[in-house]
């Protein structure tokens, strides 16, 4: 079975782009959750979504938005890009909606010029 | 746990030892954690989990060992191998309603063959 797919791999942006990045979990599980790393730290939790609805949001600016599509697929946006925006931006899929395993993607890495 | 930014708590082993990584995590509340390996260029890769009313969990060349009194975790890492040479993380879910998972900053773990 396929695992957690995101794409794409890597992407170059200027400061004030707005990018949108993509994420299939795994066939059958319902819950999407979006992460970022910054080099040298732990992920830091962004969005959760499950059965398309957003079950839980981090510490994050207005400018980070996501949605959930009925294939439980999901899409991260951030718009107004900021060189601090810079990392490796990580979606995990779970079977249900909080406290399970998470599965983790490769990750996109974002770099912001 | 602590976070240290780019100077990673580091652990070196020899070949065949084993190994003990310390997590210490932050909210008395949590009552599910993860430990993840995440090797360089990947995404983080489930190791072991633990919920809260159990105290050790054993698993393939794995033990993780919960302290609640003291908010302790630890995973411990039988005849080390060169494979397992990764960061490893610790993660809490304070909040059973969703995936929102805490990461602690990581170790590294070196085995010298």
């Known amino acids: 079975d396929a695992g957690v797919t995101q794409s794409p791999t890597h992407l170059i942006k200027t400061r004030g782009q707005q990018v949108t990045l993509r994420c299939s979990p795994i066939s059958g599980h319902k819950s999407v959750s979006w992460y970022q790393q910054v080099l040298g730290q732990g992920p830091q939790f962004i969005f959760q979504y499950y059965e398309k609805e957003e079950r839980g949001r981090g510490n994050f600016p207005d400018r980070f938005s996501a949605r959930q599509f009925p294939n439980y697929s999901s899409e991260l946006n951030v718009n107004a890009l900021l060189l601090g925006d810079s990392a490796l931006y990580l979606c995990a899929s779970s079977h249900s909606g909080g406290g399970n395993i998470q599965y983790f993607g490769a990750g996109t890495r974002l770099s912001v010029l | 746990g602590e976070s240290v930014g780019l100077h990673l708590p580091t652990l070196s082993v020899q070949e065949g030892d084993n190994s003990i990584i310390n997590c210490a995590y932050s909210n008395s509340a949590s009552d599910y954690f993860i430990w993840y390996k995440q090797e360089s260029g990947k995404g983080p890769q489930f190791i072991i989990d633990?919920?809260?009313?159990?105290d050790k969990r054993q698993g393939q060349r794995v033990t993780v060992l919960l302290n609640k009194t003291v908010k302790h975790l630890s995973l411990q890492i039988a005849a080390t191998q060169p494979g397992d040479s990764a960061v490893y993380f610790c993660a809490e879910n304070p909040t059973y309603n969703n995936n929102d998972m805490r990461f602690g900053a990581g170790t590294r773990l070196t085995v010298k063959p």
């Open positions: 633990i919920r809260s009313n159990m």
